[in-house]
């Protein structure tokens, strides 16, 4: 395992200026977490490590409350459940009950991409929502809610009605769920809700999981007729972002392999009822959906592989996985043809931006897979990735599915159903049988396998859960990233830094970056925003005259003798400062 902090990594870094060796990464953490007072900083420490030990990660924490006064990168529950689970399913209709605010948050802010077979629908260009009032407020929504799902069905004639609670719902008592089910009863079609009130958990990851368990008690094994197809398998965790799941699914036919769903990019209300009808489900974004797996796997039998189709090298070794899970000589075959053709094509832009493109470094903070996944895509051109982190993690994501006996179940995530799942009486059928799946295994396949994140990441990398708008400042002046990968909270205060910014949540407007053409995309355009002379243009804040931070909060002794020194010495910024 290689060490970040050797300035001979990947050629000559480029890390705290032209030649000069990376900033010992114990000594950034401290730098980092000096300016927080006692308690915080102690709460900090647990969450900002240096990854030592990549075969051995240490312990993170994560999932946990975020600071009062830290500005995060996180979403709320809500966010979660309608904004990414849910909301790609483009022929089902959705209706935020709640404030107008949380409805316009989720208006196609994702760029989920759809193209619905002749005679469905697409709703997702419609942004529906109760328009909660203070009248609703204090008298309660019910009846308001319940006309909405009526005025609904009456314009548009959906298979579907998917009902999203926001936090005064849960605040004043809307029972949601009742009045789903006396809809469904009226109207004669599928309506259900989801108690994902914004507050019910630390972070949109609460979201996912009840989003998890609402498709799976509301739409999943409703239609028992299977896809034709001899390789059947469901995507899950993919999302469609930029088009992603269309170049995954592109990829796939080349294979011979049939993709029944992928919840749930593109993915229609019919094709999530089949869906346990598919032989194999492979895990794209293991954190929002893994729950999803487990429950299939329990009531139906259908195993699942961890995959990753970001990168060129991760998704010729996931196409290899399924084909050798299939167990197939023809399909194996059929795959290391396609893989030959897409690499061929794919090295000539690789090796181009490999030149201009070795050495240099990065930085991931993004939420779901993409904090990890997208160091592959960087790691194919040369570049080293000097820290990372996610926005909602558990620490399984960061350690590996090994620790998941060791997680204590604290209070925040009692506050999600868990669902009691059983085989089902009739359907539930095993893919394999024991001794095939045994001689699998003995041959080095796995299933239910993630290693997480700190266990690819090199040695002396800085591991960063829930990273502040003060931590990704002192990042980029300590180690100057050539470039970062974030959601759009971030983007902009990163690039008035002079660090250019890729804002990964929805690819700005870019993309598609999955499977081997999409990794052409993010190799060019990676390319472009490393090497243009535009960002040293820009000058960051730490190199204009020094002013006075704000503080606030109680200090140590150290810290305050530390300010008063400051002000000594401090002056009033010129006009020209001042108009910056």
């Avoid at 990168?73 to 689970?85: F, S």
């Avoid at 909060?553 to 008063?564: D, I, S, T």
Wanted: hydrophobic share 35%; with cysteine.
């Amino acid at each position: 395992m290689s060490d970040i902090s050797d300035p001979t990594l990947d050629g000559s870094s480029s890390t705290s200026g032209p030649g000069s060796a990376p900033p010992d990464p114990n000594a950034a953490r401290d730098e980092m977490l000096k300016i927080y007072p006692d308690k915080t900083r102690r709460k900090r420490a647990k969450q900002l490590l240096v990854n030592d030990d990549p075969e051995k990660p240490a312990e993170i924490g994560a999932n946990s409350r975020t600071i009062p006064g830290i500005i995060t990168q996180r979403g709320c529950t809500y966010a979660g459940c309608r904004g990414v689970v849910i909301g790609p399913m483009h022929d089902v209709l959705h209706i935020t009950h709640g404030p107008i605010g949380c409805s316009f948050y989720s208006w196609q802010t994702r760029r989920n991409l759809a193209r619905p077979a002749p005679g469905q629908i697409n709703y997702l260009q419609y942004s529906m929502t109760t328009d909660m009032t203070e009248e609703e407020i204090i008298f309660g929504g019910e009846k308001k809610l319940a006309a909405a799902i009526r005025e609904a069905y009456r314009i548009f004639k959906p298979k579907a009605i998917a009902v999203y609670a926001t936090c005064p719902v849960g605040l004043i008592g809307d029972d949601i769920h009742t009045v789903c089910r006396q809809a469904k009863a009226e109207l004669g079609i599928n309506i259900f809700g989801f108690s994902c009130e914004g507050y019910k958990g630390v972070s949109q990851s609460a979201g996912h999981h009840i989003a998890n368990n609402g498709v799976f008690k509301h739409m999943v094994g409703l239609n028992d007729t299977p896809d034709a197809g001899e390789f059947r398998i469901n995507i899950l965790g993919e999302y469609n972002i930029g088009g992603d799941a269309w170049e995954i699914d592109t990829l796939l036919r080349k294979c011979g392999i049939h993709v029944t769903a992928t919840l749930s990019g593109d993915i229609s209300y019919e094709q999530v009822t089949r869906c346990h009808t598919a032989d194999l489900n492979v895990v794209q974004c293991h954190r929002s959906i893994n729950y999803m797996a487990d429950m299939m796997e329990t009531k139906f039998g259908i195993p699942w592989i961890k995959v990753n189709f970001i990168g060129a090298s991760s998704t010729a070794k996931s196409l290899r996985k399924i084909a050798r899970y299939f167990e197939s000589k023809k399909l194996a075959d059929r795959v290391e043809e396609v893989i030959a053709q897409e690499m061929a094509a794919l090295r000539p832009v690789q090796e181009e931006a490999r030149k201009r493109c070795q050495g240099k470094t990065a930085a991931l903070f993004v939420g779901g897979s993409r904090a990890h996944h997208y160091q592959d895509l960087f790691r194919d051109i040369g570049m080293t990735t000097i820290a990372a982190g996610y926005e909602f993690a558990h620490r399984d994501d960061y350690e590996g599915r090994k620790v998941l006996p060791t997680i204590k179940v604290d209070a925040d995530s009692r506050n999600i159903e868990e669902i009691e799942v059983e085989p089902d009486p009739t359907r539930f059928r095993p893919r394999k049988t024991a001794e095939q799946n045994a001689a699998l295994e003995a041959g080095g396949f796995s299933y239910r396998d993630y290693e997480g994140m700190m266990r690819e990441m090199k040695k002396g990398s800085l591991v960063i859960d829930d990273i502040s708008h003060h931590e990704i400042e002192k990042l980029i002046e300590l180690y100057k990233p050539d470039v970062i990968g974030s959601g759009i909270k971030e983007k902009f205060v990163i690039e008035k830094m002079g660090v250019p910014c890729k804002q990964l949540h929805s690819y700005d407007y870019g993309g598609p970056y999955a499977a081997f053409t999409g990794a052409a995309n993010f190799y060019r355009e990676i390319d472009r925003m490393v090497n243009t002379k535009v960002w040293k243009l820009v000058t960051p804040p730490w190199k204009r005259e020094p002013q006075v931070p704000p503080r606030l909060v109680y200090q140590p002794k150290a810290n305050r003798e530390e300010l008063a020194e400051a002000t000594k010495t401090w002056k009033a910024p010129s006009k020209a400062g001042a108009d910056e």
